[in-house]
């Protein structure tokens, strides 16, 4: 999986690319519909370390017995966030030799918000199939700095956009209920 989000700084926005892993359950309720589970992380040593708990729905609007099976994604999600940056705190104090003092920031970011998404699964056996997923997810986070002071909550929309490549395993066999296997 790769994340993109932007953030806003003291300075302006940052924006960060990083790499992370999933999961995902799927309950089928018919052949178009499933309830989804998702969770994601992104890696460590990451600009930005950021995890996604998010519950919702797919819908398929081809059948099981298609090669190429397109998906949409639509779930509630919560994110949650840390990144450090370097801000900016005015002018030099030392004796005046150099430009100006900069001060790592560090902070964390929760909040709720909702992903859609769109892709295709690809079957390559019976119980295993090649997935990938564009989707979005826009949360409305709070901000806290880690400093010795209290941290102080500010509040902003964050826009993540995700790429997400991957295996799909099913061991489970499903017949159609016209199919009886006593004959």
Same mark, same amino acid.
């Given at each position: 999986?790769?994340?993109?989000?932007?953030?806003?700084?003291?300075?302006?926005?940052?924006?960060? #690319?990083?790499?992370?892993? $999933?999961?995902?359950?799927?309950?089928?309720?018919?052949?178009?519909?499933?309830?989804?589970?998702?969770? @994601?992380? &992104?890696?460590?040593? &990451?600009?930005?370390? #950021?995890?996604?708990?998010?519950? $919702?729905?797919?819908?398929?609007?081809?059948?099981?017995?298609?090669?190429?099976?397109?998906?949409?994604?639509?779930?509630?999600?919560?994110?949650?966030?840390?990144?450090?940056?370097?801000?900016?705190?005015?002018?030099?104090?030392?004796?005046?030799?150099?430009?100006?003092?900069?001060?790592?920031?560090?902070?964390?970011?929760?909040?709720?918000? &909702?992903?859609?998404?769109?892709?295709?699964?690809?079957?390559?056996?019976?119980?295993?199939?090649?997935?990938?997923?564009?989707?979005?997810?826009?949360?409305?986070? #709070?901000?806290?700095?880690? @400093?010795?002071?209290?941290? #102080?909550?500010?509040?902003?929309?964050? @826009?993540?956009?995700?790429?997400?490549?991957?295996?799909?395993?099913?061991?489970?066999? @499903?017949?159609?209920?016209?199919?009886?296997?006593?004959?």
């Amino acid at each position: 999986m790769i994340t993109t989000a932007q953030v806003p700084t003291d300075a302006g926005l940052s924006r960060y #690319t990083s790499f992370g892993n $999933g999961l995902r359950a799927d309950y089928r309720y018919t052949d178009h519909w499933s309830a989804t589970i998702d969770m @994601t992380a &992104s890696y460590l040593f &990451s600009p930005a370390i #950021t995890e996604t708990g998010e519950v $919702g729905a797919r819908y398929a609007p081809l059948t099981l017995d298609h090669e190429l099976r397109p998906f949409f994604d639509a779930r509630l999600a919560y994110m949650h966030m840390y990144d450090s940056y370097q801000s900016n705190i005015g002018p030099s104090l030392n004796g005046g030799f150099g430009g100006s003092d900069y001060a790592d920031v560090n902070r964390y970011m929760r909040g709720f918000g &909702s992903a859609i998404g769109a892709g295709f699964e690809f079957p390559l056996t019976q119980s295993l199939q090649l997935t990938n997923e564009l989707s979005a997810v826009r949360s409305r986070m #709070t901000a806290y700095r880690l @400093t010795a002071a209290l941290p #102080t909550g500010t509040t902003y929309w964050m @826009t993540a956009f995700r790429y997400s490549i991957g295996v799909k395993l099913n061991p489970v066999r @499903t017949m159609h209920l016209d199919q009886n296997p006593m004959k």
